[in-house]
């Protein structure tokens, strides 16, 4: 079993930043991708960013390419979201999600929702204009 905890979310101007942290606990060693997502009332949940063990491998929605970035420490067992510029459309509840342990070992992390079985319990971000 995994658990995942989110944390650094909160209220920010729009051009600020925030850094988004999630911390696993359980099978931590197994865990190969791993993943950030967003919902905001009325919208769908959406991938904002995914990534690989390794570190060598990366996804980025388009919204948010070149201002936010994916991070993880391997020995922390910890995952990091730096968002810079940020935008009042970003305002959501942000998800760490990570798909079942030893998969995606060789592949790059999955973008579909439905791959990510371990959820943390979402922090909220909130940018004001």
């Known amino acids: 079993q995994v658990q995942l905890v989110e944390s650094g979310g909160g209220l920010v101007q729009a051009g600020g930043s925030l850094r988004l942290s999630c911390a696993a606990s359980g099978r931590t060693g197994s865990l190969y991708a791993m993943g950030w997502f967003r919902h905001a009332p009325g919208n769908e949940r959406e991938l904002v960013a995914a990534?690989?063990?390794?570190?060598?491998?990366?996804y980025y929605a388009d919204s948010v390419k070149g201002r936010f970035t994916i991070s993880r420490d391997n020995a922390k067992n910890t995952m990091y979201l730096q968002m810079n510029s940020l935008r009042s459309e970003a305002t959501a509840v942000y998800y760490c999600a990570a798909p079942p342990p030893d998969t995606y070992v060789s592949f790059a992390p999955p973008r579909n929702s439905k791959e990510y079985n371990y959820w943390g319990q979402g922090t909220q971000v909130t940018v004001s204009s």
């Open positions: 990534i690989s063990r390794s570190l060598a491998r990366t």
